[in-house]
């Protein structure tokens, strides 16, 4: 009987409704009362650096190759020494959805998420960050990797010395 | 010469005083509604503005009148304007019909607790009403966009068919109140409402009031889901205000409506007629109000299939049923 | 035609096809590395594997060697070969030194692709991996030996296929290493070609070091503009930078190759002082109110002084397009045909070229395909350098080269000089002499010969006799054909759309009654033979105009300058050397480089609607305007058809898309050549292109500067003796252009009685192609 159960449907939303007006609300009401962020909350970007104080970023523009919304932009350069890192390096928060794809995008660790999540500002201009103002003075989540010892070429350790590497063979060696 | 002055004095009082009242009702309406959906939901609605959120519709005022009045590029300019106005007036003149309490003397003045007690004071009601569905149509054609003219189509086709439900839902009311004059209606209930004489046609009544309001179940001309705004999309700053409040002054008639035609107007004990009467009012409109925390949007098939397949034939059968007993009981 | 079953799809292809090759008719894609359609397959790198279930070998196979066979069949996906291939990847991989994310190849690595593709993820390898040293190349080539998976590839481009000779494989077991014997730049004029061919990122651009991710790229199909073989390209940018070029494949024209000269050349559109803003001596104005003035200054003295009294000048720089409708409001204002070439001789023999060789002219793909091309007058590293390697795979098949020219000139490739001066060419051409009797033998004996014409060297008469010896050499089987090199880019399309001229530029400026002078996209300063004498007659002008994107000495002379874009930065056509209509599309909008906005840091920090710089229009945009007409691309190239009939269809072209050759006519240019009296003790002029920076664009470049040669005057050591001069003194060369400070440089490769200099960014008063003429060298300086 559709008709009956309808109708039988009909009165009980009536008591839920009535019965929650006299229930404390769950509102977390924000300014006065801080939220409790889970441990793993995606917020605010930074740029992390290396157990060895470098930058760790390489300006690979694979986070920038994530993000959705293409709030990532930068310019990579070369140092001295053939360490490849980021010229500029810009953020503009005022469209990151905080989705954290490029955290899981960044082979060396370099950009990180942080749980701090009060940047709003008037200005749309300044929520565009630049490095200085990503760049922190600590390894984050994890102070052990550095990608330049991992990788071969010879940056932060002479080539063929990394622990992985056997040392440069010699091309003239005619030796079997 | 004296008198006169007093009379006209009393009316302009009067009619300043509903004014304030019918506007800040709707106003604080507003409030009302969005604190009791809130607690409703486990929220605390507005707290921001004044203490407990009480100042929160001025708050809105000056938003609605401070933000960007726009017009869309093809809208039809005159008629995009006039639209909103157009609904909050037709809305705002049907309350010079109801009566809201029982004739007061004042310095030996008669003073009638309505603006103007017209003989035909229901039929002048559903005339207004029906001329309500200008604003939503113009507003929904002018605007020139697909929504909005998809919002208006419904609402109009929706306030079509429940208006004849309205309609016969009254003629009972008439029959037994012999006379079209609300004051009139009120006086026949001194003693039983007619919502207890008469449950069938209140429950018709009550029903389609709900749609003429376009309010939960039957918002489906504004539908947000499906129609971003239904007629309304276009419209920002205090031309969509003009709307919403046109709404809502909406809710505040039909209330009435509900009050003098079936709830037995300012009747009641202890009490004196206009406190009554603004009880009665607001209770309903907490009913509305809970109605939309609780139910679901119908569909809009079902919304017509309700409105021609049932709610019709039914109001045509109290008529005719009602008409017997009465000629029954001569 | 075999008919074979790949993956059970059937498909039919030529005798000879591989497996692989059949497969990607099919589009499958078998994950290779050492074969490339130009290169051909080796079977190094074992990547390719499939199973061969029915033919004469079965079992699993390279796909890249294995040939096809009539009903053959093959998978690709059964269990074996995918795993062959999982692990084929997987030992490819361990020795790579893990560092993609600092590697300019991540994001269009094939290595990276094909692991993917054959499902190596983890790395279970957990030996030492091996290491290798890098060597300095140069400033075009960066080497990241570590990443090398010993495809061989690159010996393969750079040694076979462009013969170059400086770089190769070395060591032994898994040593091998490759690049040069030590430390150097690479000599080859080819050597960019390694960083499209290298699957990996051993080679990458090293002008393009850490600027751009591929997928950040963008890119579009283009026409390389700085010599007359139109070659494709796919130039890149990003932020307002051209970036980089890569080669894209035409094989009608380049196949899959590409110059130094057109890979590294592309900065001038980066050039610092590249003029961005249309002004008027020091006022700045708007370009909608320079184009005002230009046509209000036009017509107002068309009105003054007759039709005579304002010249327009194309070029062969300036898009068929620009050129066209150059002549269009030439026509609506009422002044004269503009010229579209600042140097005549050159034109003429474009000319030549366009008209009365048309009907014998023929692709690089046929010179690839020839067993014999001599060549007249020409020096295909200087004039054309990919030519140079489309010889070298005549002669790879089986060709011979002959080269008749009075210049040292080198080829990638074996071939046979005869050092002869420039008159001795006239006469070799002449049909009459022995020599030219013995050349058309020569042809005749060939099956499928080519001349290749230097129209620099020969001008307009030489190239008309040189269509004799062609007729000559031609019978009923088959046409001797013809490959003409031209000045630039689109001097065939100048030269197709002009009627046969005989007044130069500076003989009408000098008549005084030009008032007037609009240069669109030339430089006569730079290009016109005798520019002394240009500099001259430019103060008799009331108004000199300019629309140009290059910073050139002329647009400081101009009272009006309207800033165009750079090929790379509009759509346009390009008519090439053989008269193949070739169209480009824009790569970046015009806008300066945020490098430069941001001074090297970060972009400003504003909110602009408009980007600064950005306001140059391709310059068909700006003569549209002036007709008063709405910018219509289509609309235009279909008006340009109807009124130059020869032209092919627009709408069957496409940027990087098939190209054809424009329709031949049966109209004749007659030009003649007379061979000046040599006055006494004199030497025989000859003035060629610089192998970089001879051609405007790339002498903007800043890339190409490390490759720009000092300016020199070389002589043959016999000349030099009679002169009593030696190798390096400072020499006086007298020309009828005035005389020139350089040093001397003796060289026995060259012919005798002749003087030669180069014109490049070290030396540019003296411009290539011309009519022959005489010069003096003797010691000390002169003081004109
Ligand atoms: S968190 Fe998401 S939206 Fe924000 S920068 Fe990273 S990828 Fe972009
Ligand atoms: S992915 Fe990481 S290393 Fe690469 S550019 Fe982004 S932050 Fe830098
Ligand atoms: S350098 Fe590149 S092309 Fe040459 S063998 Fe190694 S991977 Fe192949
Ligand atoms: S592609 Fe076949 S073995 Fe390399």
């Known amino acids: 009987m559709p008709l009956l159960r309808d109708i039988k449907g009909f009165f009980p939303p009536f008591w839920v409704t009535f019965r929650n ?116 003075d600590h390894c984050g989540h994890n102070d052990e990797y550095s990608f330049y010892r991992q990788a071969g070429i010879g940056v932060a350790a002479p080539r063929g010395t990394n622990p992985s590497e056997s040392a440069p063979v010699d091309v003239k060696d005619l030796l079997p | 010469m004296v008198d006169q002055f007093v009379m006209l004095a009393l009316i302009l009082i009067k009619l300043v005083l509903v004014f304030a009242v019918v506007l800040s009702m709707a106003a604080y309406l507003v409030l009302a509604e969005r604190k009791i959906l809130a607690r409703m939901q486990l929220r605390y609605g507005p707290n921001r503005a004044g203490p407990g959120g009480m100042i929160q519709p001025m708050a809105d005022l000056i938003k609605l009148l401070t933000k960007e009045d726009f017009i869309p590029a093809t809208a039809d300019r005159g008629l995009f304007l006039i639209a909103p106005g157009l609904s909050a007036l037709t809305a705002l003149l049907t309350f010079a019909v109801i009566p809201f309490g029982p004739t007061l003397e004042i310095f030996d003045q008669k003073l009638p607790l309505v603006i103007c007690d017209l003989n035909i004071g229901l039929l002048y009601f559903l005339a207004l009403s029906s001329l309500a569905g200008y604003g939503l149509a113009l507003g929904g054609w002018a605007s020139n966009s697909k929504y909005s003219l998809l919002g208006s189509i419904r609402g109009l086709s929706q306030l079509i068919s429940y208006e004849l439900a309205m309609g016969l839902s009254v003629v009972p009311v008439v029959m037994m109140a012999k006379s079209f004059s609300l004051t009139a209606i009120v006086m026949a209930q001194e003693t039983i409402p007619f919502a207890l004489l008469n449950p069938p046609a209140f429950l018709i009544f009550l029903i389609s009031i709900f749609a003429e309001s376009k309010r939960i179940p039957f918002d489906l001309p504004e539908a947000e889901n499906e129609l971003v705004g239904g007629f309304h999309t276009e419209y920002s700053g205090m031309r969509f205000g003009l709307f919403f409040v046109g709404e809502y002054i909406n809710l505040v008639i039909l209330s009435s409506m509900l009050t003098v035609l079936f709830l037995g107007g300012w009747h009641g004990p202890w009490l004196p007629g206009i406190v009554w009467f603004m009880v009665k009012v607001l209770a309903i409109c907490f009913f509305f109000i809970w109605v939309r925390g609780s139910l679901p949007r119908l569909r809009y098939d079902q919304l017509m299939n309700f409105g021609w397949k049932v709610l019709m034939p039914l109001a045509l059968l109290n008529v005719l049923v009602t008409g017997a007993i009465l000629l029954g009981m001569g | 035609m075999p008919t074979l079953t790949i993956d059970n799809q059937q498909v039919t292809v030529p005798d000879g096809t591989t497996v692989l090759e059949a497969a990607e008719q099919l589009g499958i894609v078998i994950p290779h590395f050492c074969y490339h359609k130009a290169l051909g397959a080796v079977g190094a790198c074992r990547m390719c594997a499939v199973t061969v279930v029915e033919g004469t070998f079965k079992g699993l196979k390279m796909s890249c060697l294995v040939k096809a066979e009539e009903g053959m069949v093959v998978t690709t996906d059964d269990q074996q070969s995918v795993e062959f291939r999982a692990r084929v990847s997987e030992w490819l991989m361990l020795n790579h030194p893990h560092d993609c994310p600092v590697c300019d190849e991540g994001g269009e690595c094939q290595l990276q692709e094909m692991t993917i593709a054959s499902g190596h993820g983890l790395r279970r390898y957990t030996g030492k991996k091996r ?70 990122g051993v080679f990458t651009d090293k002008t393009y070091r850490f600027k751009s991710r591929y997928w950040d790229l963008q890119e579009a199909p283009s026409i390389c503009p700085h010599c ?79 039709p ?129 009797k013995q050349l058309v033998d020569l042809l005749r004996g060939a099956e499928r010969p080519v001349l290749v014409a230097g129209g620099l060297m020969l001008g307009a008469g030489g190239m008309l006799r040189l269509k004799k010896i062609a007729a000559a050499a031609s019978n009923d089987q088959r046409n001797c054909l013809v490959h003409p090199l031209l000045g630039g880019a689109n001097s065939f399309g100048a030269a197709l759309l002009s009627l046969p001229e005989q007044d130069d530029l500076l003989t009408r400026l000098e008549s005084e009654r030009i008032k007037m002078l609009v240069c669109v996209e030339t430089d006569p300063l730079l290009e016109a033979p005798d520019n002394e004498r240009f500099a001259k007659a430019l103060s008799l002008l009331e108004e000199l105009v300019v629309l140009d994107y290059l910073p050139t000495p002329l647009s400081v002379h101009a009272n009006l300058f309207i800033p165009t874009t750079a090929p790379v930065e509009s759509e346009g056509t390009f008519i090439n050397n053989e008269g193949r ?75 990087g898309g098939v190209s054809c050759r424009v329709a031949h006519v049966d109209e004749r240019c007659i030009y003649t050549d007379e061979i000046p009296a040599a006055p006494e003790e004199s030497l025989q002029l000859v003035v060629t292109p610089a192998r970089y920076g001879s051609d405007l664009l790339s002498r903007y470049s800043a890339k190409l500067q490390p490759r720009f040669t000092e300016a020199c005057v070389q002589l043959h050591p016999q000349d030099a003796a009679a002169r009593g001069l030696q190798d390096g003194a400072k020499v006086v060369l007298d020309t009828v252009e005035g005389p020139f400070n350089l040093t001397l440089k003796c060289n026995d490769k060259m012919a005798i009685g002749c003087a030669l200099v180069e014109n490049g960014p070290k030396f540019q008063q003296l411009v290539p192609g011309g009519k022959l003429s005489f010069c003096k060298v003797h010691a000390g300086m002169s003081h004109g």
Not at chain 1, 29 to 53: C, F, K, N
Not at chain 3, 333 to 355: D, E, K, N, T, Y
């Open chain 3, 228 to 306: 007359s073989l139109g070659c494709s390209t796919v130039p890149g940018g990003r932020y307002g930078e051209l970036q980089r070029v890569r080669s894209s494949v035409n094989e009608k024209v380049n196949g899959f190759f590409i110059c130094d000269r057109g890979r590294f050349g592309s900065s001038y559109v980066n050039h610092p002082e590249r003029p961005r803003q249309a002004t008027r001596g020091s006022w700045k104005l708007t370009v909608d109110e320079a184009l005002q003035q230009l046509d209000v200054k036009a017509r107002e003295l068309i009105n003054q002084h007759g």
């Open chain 1, 21 to 136: 007006m006299f229930r404390k609300p769950v509102t977390v009401q924000y300014p006065e009362q801080m939220p409790e962020l889970p441990e793993r909350y995606r917020a605010r970007l930074v740029l992390t650096r290396d157990p060895d104080g470098e930058e760790r970023c390489v300006a690979c523009h694979l986070c920038s190759g994530a993000c959705p919304v293409d709030c990532i932009s930068m310019q990579a350069a070369e140092a001295e020494d053939g360490r490849r890192y980021a010229s500029w390096f810009r953020i503009n928060f005022a469209r990151c959805i905080f989705c954290g794809l490029c955290t899981e995008a960044c082979p060396t660790l370099a950009i990180q998420v942080t749980s701090d999540f009060e940047i709003s500002k008037r200005d749309p201009l300044k929520l565009v960050y630049e490095k200085d103002d990503l760049l922190v």
């Open chain 3, 308 to 436: 005579e009294s304002v010249l327009l000048l194309g070029s062969n720089r300036a898009s068929l397009e620009t050129n066209w409708l150059l002549q269009r409001w030439a026509e609506e204002i009422g002044c004269r045909a503009p010229l579209l070439s600042a140097h005549l001789p050159r034109h003429q023999a474009a000319q030549v070229a366009a008209f009365d060789l048309a009907d014998r002219l023929c692709s690089l793909e046929k010179v690839r395909q020839s067993d014999l091309v001599v060549a007249i007058g020409a020096d295909p590293l200087a004039e054309a350098p990919m030519l140079g390697v489309a010889l070298r795979q005549a002669v790879r098949s089986g060709g011979k080269v002959k080269v008749f020219d009075p210049r040292p000139v080198e080829l990638p490739c074996d071939f046979e000089k005869q050092t002869v001066s420039p008159t001795e060419l006239l006469d070799l051409l002449d049909g009459t002499s022995v020599e030219s």
């Open chain 3, 581 to 655: 209509q070739q169209l480009f599309a824009p790569v970046i909008k015009p806008r300066l480089p945020i490098s430069v906005t941001g001074e090297g840091n970060h972009p400003p920090r504003e909110f602009i609607d408009v980007a600064p710089g950005s306001d140059p229009i391709p310059s068909w945009q700006l003569f549209q305007q002036l007709l008063g007409e709405a910018t219509d691309l289509p609309t235009l190239r279909e008006k340009m058809k109807t009124a130059v009939p020869r032209l092919i269809d627009f709408e069957t072209l496409q940027p």
């Open chain 3, 131 to 200: 290491t290798y040293n890098n060597q300095q190349l140069g400033p075009f080539i960066a080497q990241e030996m570590n990443r090398c998976i010993q495809c061989y590839r690159c010996v393969r481009t750079y040694k076979d296929y462009c013969g170059g000779k400086d770089f190769g494989v070395m060591g032994s077991r898994n040593r091998v290493f490759f690049g040069r014997f030590k430390d150097g730049t690479l000599e080859s004029d080819f050597s960019g070609n390694i960083v499209d061919a290298c699957p990996t």
